[in-house]
């Protein structure tokens, strides 16, 4: 079963999925998915091109921003902003840990008005610890 957490009511974050859980997240009525790892980051992670074909099977869109662990850029935020915007319904985002897919949301939810500590509070229920983020957090906010 997969381990993905809500953040708010149109996002779920979570480690990295395979085919056989996306049954589990269109029962979740989660349409859209957007993959945060490189293709080939490790060896037990399945290709994107087999996780489209599955997902598009069921009604589930799959995208793929390649952030590299630890550096989060400016274009990786604008990229999940405008595939988050562009959805209706809940929108699952995934990495190795989950802890990128946090981080990206934060990056977006400070920008539509949620506050540094609710987010980093919203995280940190979730079993992040974006702590890290802090000074990033505030500086988009201002």
Request: glycine share 8%; charged share 20%.
């Amino acid at each position: 079963m997969m381990q993905i957490k809500q953040l708010d009511a149109r996002t779920y974050v979570g480690p990295q999925i395979s085919v056989a859980d996306l049954d589990d997240l269109k029962r979740l009525n989660i349409r859209t998915v957007i993959a945060l790892r490189p293709e080939g980051e490790t060896a037990d992670q399945p290709a994107i091109s087999s996780l489209r074909d599955a997902a598009g099977a069921l009604g589930v869109t799959v995208h793929q921003i390649p952030v590299i662990s630890g550096n989060i850029t400016d274009d990786d935020v604008h990229a999940y902003s405008a595939i988050n915007s562009g959805t209706n319904g809940p929108v699952l985002a995934y990495c190795r840990s989950g802890l990128r897919a946090t981080s990206l949301w934060a990056l977006t939810a400070v920008e539509h008005g949620q506050s540094p500590d609710e987010i980093l509070r919203k995280a940190k229920a979730a079993g992040f610890d974006l702590s890290a983020l802090a000074d990033r957090l505030a500086a988009r906010a201002a």
